[in-house]
């Protein structure tokens, strides 16, 4: 039986990554690894066992694998150097092009990709030797730094504080990026590559986000756009990419083009709105791996909505005063990941309403920035349900 293991089995995406992979191949015995006890995983049921506690590079080698398929950032580092050739990733260099953003966003720039303007900052004496308009983000340079976060700021203050923490927090691991703040909805190309050739082509726009200034996905859209569809696979051919990868974008109605924000060289949060739209993205990587001839395709349901309740995005609802969209949930086209687990959405309300505590006793702020929360469909161009549909 061909052996499967599959990392931060306990992650939403890695539990859907599962879910489908055990519809679409049968044959498989499939094991999840998690850093920690992997409880959350177990109730799902998509896995024929879970390791926990145990790192993965040890897992991998006391553990007989046909293929390791990553799924976090850390992860794809670990296969990489432990494993490749039991797995479908691009080369070391290839993969630091895309863990280094200041070196992804050099060479989006050599490639016609529209980025925006970006500085590297590995001293906070150095923000004074830099062209900067506000509002503005920083964030790590590299990805798997240890350090995920994203500060928006408005004035000198505030970036001087951010930049100040982020490099303290980070210790030397990585400088961070000082960019210019794009306005407009969160999009994105799902692709599967072989080696620079393109075999399966998913697009989506993110609907709703946790923390609704900018994070990951709560709620999330499948659409269509040729000239999105051209930039992503445009960076991934020039990079020569081999497995799955995010190329993500924002598209900006002022500069009426879509304008690069990362690539995500690994499976994304929101994997499941792409399965649930019918492409298997888990099933074609493993028939990449076994040598299977793949036709390219990029057929799926292009009217498709997936929300995570439970993942954040009733939170982001209340953070925006937003609960009435609570009814998205019961739209035709509508989908989430409730009710796969009667435990696993137990400990998930717990953990929210967990959150919901800490937020209120802190009391933050919870009104969005930006009303991105309700951004419709026709945000960004291509083909995309009509009004009606909504």
């Known amino acids: 039986m061909f052996r499967v293991m599959i990392t931060d089995a306990c992650y939403k995406n890695a539990i859907a990554l599962a879910r489908h992979l055990r519809r679409a191949i049968p044959d498989l015995y499939v094991v999840g690894h998690s850093v920690g006890g992997g409880h959350l995983a177990g109730w799902y049921r998509c896995f024929d066992t879970v390791i926990g506690n145990v790192p993965l590079g040890r897992a991998i080698e006391s553990q007989s694998f046909d293929i390791v398929i990553p799924v976090g950032g850390a992860s794809v580092l670990t296969v990489a150097s432990r494993c490749p050739d039991r797995a479908v990733l691009p080369s070391p260099d290839i993969l630091e092009?895309?863990?280094?953003?200041?070196?992804?966003?050099?060479?989006?720039?050599s490639a016609g990709v529209p980025t925006p303007k970006t500085n590297v900052v590995r001293r906070v004496e150095e923000l004074s030797e830099i062209s900067i308009t506000y509002p503005c983000v920083v964030k790590p340079a590299r990805e798997a730094s240890g350090l995920k976060s994203v500060a928006y700021c408005n004035n000198l203050t505030d970036l001087t504080a951010a930049t100040a923490d982020q490099l303290r927090c980070l210790d030397g691991r990585s400088a961070v990026l000082v960019q210019e703040f794009i306005e407009g909805q969160g999009c994105g190309l799902f692709a599967l590559m072989n080696h620079g050739v393109p075999l399966r082509v998913f697009m989506h726009q993110r609907i709703r986000e946790f923390p609704p200034s900018g994070g990951p996905s709560t709620a999330a859209r499948s659409f269509y756009s040729d000239r999105l569809k051209a930039l992503g696979l445009r960076l991934l051919s020039t990079l020569g990419w081999h497995g799955v990868a995010m190329v993500e974008f924002r598209y900006s109605p002022a500069k009426r083009d879509f304008i690069l924000m990362e690539v995500n060289g690994k499976f994304w949060g929101s994997l499941e709105l792409a399965l649930s739209a019918g492409i298997n993205f888990g099933a074609d990587l493993i028939r990449l791996f076994q040598g299977e001839q793949l036709s390219y395709s990029e057929t799926?349901?292009?009217?498709?909505?997936?929300?995570?309740?439970?993942?954040d995005d009733l939170l982001t609802l209340w953070c925006t005063r937003s609960l009435r969209r609570i009814s998205d949930y019961w739209r035709p086209n509508a989908h989430t990941n409730l009710f796969q687990s009667l435990r696993g959405d137990s400990l998930k309300s717990l953990r929210l309403a967990g959150k919901l505590a800490t937020m209120l006793l802190a009391r933050k702020p919870f009104v969005a920035k930006s009303s991105?929360?309700?951004?419709?469909?026709?945000?960004?161009?291509?083909?995309?349900?009509?009004v009606a549909n909504r």
């Open 97 to 109: 092009a895309c863990y280094d953003k200041s070196r992804t966003i050099v060479l989006a720039e």
């Open 372 to 386: 991105r929360a309700d951004a419709g469909p026709e945000t960004c161009p291509g083909n995309q349900p009509s």
């Open 300 to 311: 799926y349901d292009r009217d498709h909505e997936f929300y995570w309740p439970l993942d």
